[in-house]
């Protein structure tokens, strides 16, 4: 199936500092992707829907300005977390689907954050 | 807000079947029934999808009721590596823009 990739897969940063985390699809081109995320014994949560060459749209609740995503290639989403707090320690992770009707979603394999 | 609505969590024999029931009576009739799993600290996993016939694949087999108000997952040998977190989401089938919306879905043991 479809490959989709995050990097890194961990990363820990300092409170105040910004994080750039990478989602790629490998062998397709991805003109939506999605963000989501995923705190310790819950469920996914949407964050935002990532459109390649336009802005995104960021579900309720989701401070835009906090989380930026960039979508400037067919294959590439990045998000952004600006000037993070503990409380934005999470798992982040992106998902993709295959162009076309009745296909399923490629989800990357998550990204740890922890934000000391 | 999820459609669908599962139990909290199952435990299974290893070596026995896994039922995975869902319950989506608000389905719509463009509306595909996806199932994706995730295990501990992984990205979700697709596992199968239909809109109204039974399906069957590699891992599991999905049968839908008639009335599509509901369905069932079935891993029909169940393996210590199938313990995770099932989900049942409903969904216009991915054309790339669809939203996949993530319930709580249903932690499934499964043990030796």
């Known amino acids: 199936g479809a490959v989709v990739s995050q990097h890194p897969s961990w990363v820990i940063c300092k409170s105040g500092t910004s994080v750039k985390i990478e989602c790629r699809s490998l062998?397709?081109?991805?003109?939506?992707m999605f963000w989501y995320r995923q705190f310790p014994k819950q469920s996914l949560m949407l964050m935002a829907t990532?459109?390649?060459?336009?802005?995104?749209?960021?579900e309720q609740g989701v401070e835009k300005d906090k989380f930026l995503i960039n979508h400037a290639s067919l294959t590439l989403s990045t998000l952004t977390v600006t000037s993070a707090h503990p409380e934005d320690s999470s798992f982040y992770i992106c998902?993709?689907?295959?162009?076309?009707?009745?296909?399923?979603?490629?989800f990357g394999q998550g990204t740890r954050l922890t934000v000391v | 807000d999820a459609k669908t609505t599962q139990p909290t969590s199952m435990d299974c024999a290893e070596g026995r079947a896994a039922n995975l029931p869902c319950n989506h009576s608000?389905?719509?009739?463009?509306?595909?029934v996806y199932w994706y799993r995730q295990i501990h600290s992984q990205g979700p996993q697709y596992i199968i999808h239909?809109?109204?016939n039974n399906e069957t694949n590699e891992m599991a087999s999905l049968i839908i009721t008639e009335d599509r108000k509901s369905s069932t997952l079935i891993l029909p040998h169940a393996t210590l590596r199938d313990t995770a977190v099932y989900y049942c989401?409903?969904?216009?089938?991915?054309?790339?823009?669809?939203?996949?919306?993530f319930g709580a879905g249903t932690r499934l043991f499964v043990k030796a």
């Open positions: 998902s993709a689907s295959l162009p076309g009707g009745n296909t399923e979603a490629f």
């Open positions: 062998d397709f081109q991805a003109t939506t």
């Open positions: 990532s459109n390649e060459g336009s802005k995104a749209t960021y």
């Open positions: 608000t389905i719509s009739g463009n509306e595909y």
């Open positions: 239909g809109l109204k």
């Open positions: 989401i409903v969904s216009p089938g991915n054309t790339g823009g669809f939203k996949t919306i």
